[in-house]
Each structure stands twice: as structure tokens, then as C-alpha cells.
């Protein structure tokens, strides 16, 4: 007879979670090095061009405008159409394709140094530590009762917080809305209702995720976490602690050799926790909420220089090299493998073939219909008379000046006005009738045939540029 021995747990161990406790308040301690001078440096890029460009004045207008009224959009030079909505699709891949190398080398680059959220949350956290301290102070004043000292503080960050949000939102409004009619709008109060509401929406989305949910972004909302996982394998570089040289930890004074004291390295002084944005101990191996910032790198390094211990106790490594005890070159060397290779010749090659694409880009649009009021009608000397809308849309800040011409049918000619002027970035529906002899439509027969418009730019006097468009030339019975 077998019998089933069921292990009884003391009612001391047990311990009870609440699915609906919420979390302590994450008080990040300050941290200095050279992973924090990189954060800091793309800190200070992406947001010198966020706030900038909507201020930067080119051909008489700013640098980058999405005009959805107008349906042009203006990046430098480019000028735009909702035609070319490809360029946004080839951006989505190049931004893709980066995603998936750069995470496949050295997992959540983009996440810890300029990801949005993490940008905003270190302004934030500068604020919060101007008017309030570092990590112990601000946990003082948290427990201290309300005074006068204490409101002058939270309410002095709360009112910069809430200026740099609407700063945001308002920015945000500008890339679509031009920056100096908007800003006086502003000034007078007379922004449209859909202006202000989208300046107020993204200025508390930017106040609420920085100022307030900070970690729950990365470690609830944003999908980035979740599916990570699958494109990290043995030889991705992550934040990793060597638990080998690390066990056992303990505290001792400075300066003493851990094997004097039967320890490894760490001296449990938590400060690799206490600089997470995240709250996890990366002592515990690499957890989905660990966002790759480095702040514990360059705090275990600055622990590890004061206690005259080697650097590295805490660093960028690959699971392989830490269980093989790799040298840093052959780590590197195995970081460069096959699917690495792969991610960046493809991201190279659609990064060509978008550059040259927007090289080769025709200066303007055309696009043939059929006037349907009028199919096919008979005209003076019994021709035949087709008659077209053809819509051109200049891609360029200069006025453009276009022939019109057509051929796959004998003796048809074009007989409204040739040669039509468009103005700079102007979309412009031109009517043109086609006609062709009386012999020729005999010779044709009844029905639909096909017809060429060649739509040529002319420069100088010669032709630039010519597109081809398809179209039909009815006969009628």
C-alpha cells in the first residue's frame, strides 16, 4: 500500500498577498558615472530637439509642421503628401528593425537611456530632488507632519511639474499647429477647443507618467516588457550581477580582502536597489522589470572603488560568459554572432533603400481620373472628346510649371491648355479634354482603350522630370 506523505506548513510561514495591495512609493536614491552621463547626454538631445524644432524657422516656415488642414507635411526640405504614407511605413520598419538588434546585443537600450518615460522621469526626479533632497531626506519628509516648510516644498515641485507638463502638451500641439500662431493664440486664451484639449491631454499624460506612475509604466503598461524575453538569448548583453564573485555577501570595513573573511565581494550595502527606478535587486538575476539604465552598474563601481575592490561586480554580460567565466574579447566575440549580422545588414539594406528612395523621389505627384459628368461626347468635325481631371500636387516650396501631353492612340491630342502653372506645395485638380479624328475612332471601334498622359516638368525650358499615367479613352457606339 503506498501512501502520500503531505508536507504541513507552519502557520508562521505563510504569508498573504493582496492582488489588489498597493506598492510602496519607490524613493530613488541619486547616482553618478558614466552610464548616468550618457543617460543625461540623450536627456539633454531628444529634448533640445522635441522643444526645438517646432521654433526652428526654415523657407519661411518651421522646420517640422504636420499640417493635417492642409494635409502637407514639412520635414526640412521634404515636403509631403498623405500619398506618401509609404516613408511613415519605412520609418515603422527602421524603427523596428532597430529595436530588435539593438535588444538582441544588449537588451533594453532604449528603454533605460531613451525611452519617453525614462526621459521624463529622471527631469522629474531632478525637480523632485531640488525642492526636496535626496533619498533620505525626501523619505523624512514624507513622514513628517504637514508644516509650512513642507508645503513650500511639495507645492514648489508640483508647480514646476505641472509648468513642464503643459510645456509638453503644448510642444506636442506645435509640430501640427505652427509654433508662433499658437503661441500667440495662447497668450490672448483663444486657442481652439481641439488645440487646447490635446495640450492639456498630453501635458498631465506627461505630468501623471513622470511625476506619479513612473515604474507601473514600464513594469504594467508598457507591452515592451512583457514580450522582451523573446528576442534575448544566452549571448545578449544584460545588467547581470556575478553571483560567483559576489557569494557570499556581507558587510566588513574597508579595505579588507573578502577572502579574509570568508565573503565575496558585495558588501550588502543594498545601494543597488535603493538607485533602481524599478525597485528589483538585480542580486536576485535578471528580472522583466529591470529597464537597463545602469544605475546599479555605476553605484557598485563607485562601492567597489572605495572598498579597493576590481570593478565589474555588477555589469553588462552575457549569461554565457558569466557561467563559462569568458574573457571580455571572446564575450565580444560571441555578442557579434549570425543573427546579429543578419538584424544589421537588413537594417542597413531598408535604411538604403529608404534614403535612396526619398532621393529619388519625383518633385511632384500626378494622378489621372475620369470625368464622370461627361465620359465621351462627339465635338466640332465629328471628334471624338474624352475628358479627364488630373490631379498635381507639388512636392516643393517653388512654383512649378507642367506639360501635358498623351500618346497610345493615333492622332489624339490634347485639346484645353498644355502647359499649367502650380504654386509651391499647391495640390491642384486640372481639367483636360483628349480628342482624337473621326478616323481614328473608326479605326479604333467601339469601346475602352487604353491612353498614356505624360505629365512632364519643365525647368529652363526643357523637361526635368516626366511621370506616365494610365488611363481609358471611350468610343462611343
Known sequence: ????????????????????????????????????????????????????LPWLPWNGRQAVLFDLAARRFYVFDLVLYPQDVIYLAGLLIISAFSLFLFTAVAGRLWCGFACPQTVYTEIFMWVERRFEGDRQARIKLDAAPWSAAKLLRRGGKQTVWLGIGLVTGFTFVAYFTPARALLADALAFALSPAELFWSLFYGFATYGNAGYMREQVCKYMCPYARFQSAMFDRDTLTISYDAARGEPRGSRPRGVAPASVGKGDCINCTLCVQVCPTGIDIRKGLQYECIGCAACVDVCNDVMDKMAYPRGLIRYATQNSLEGHWTTAAMWRRVLRPRVLVYSGGLLLIVAGFVASLAMRAPFRADVVRDRGALARLVEDGRVENVYRIQLMNATEAVQRFRIEVDGLPDAVVASSRTIEVGATEARWVPVAVQITPQAARSLGDGAHPIHFRIALQEAGRTAVEVSEKSTFVVPR
Not at 508536507?7 to 498597493?22: D, G, H, N, R, T
Not at 548616468?36 to 539633454?44: E, S
Open 1 to 52: 500500500m503506498n501512501t502520500k506523505v503531505i508536507p504541513i506548513v507552519a502557520a508562521s510561514s505563510a504569508e498573504m498577498v493582496s492582488l489588489y495591495q498597493s506598492e510602496a512609493k519607490i524613493q530613488m536614491r541619486s547616482v553618478t558615472g558614466w552610464f548616468a552621463g550618457w543617460r543625461w547626454g540623450l536627456v539633454w538631445f531628444t529634448q533640445l530637439l522635441f522643444y526645438g
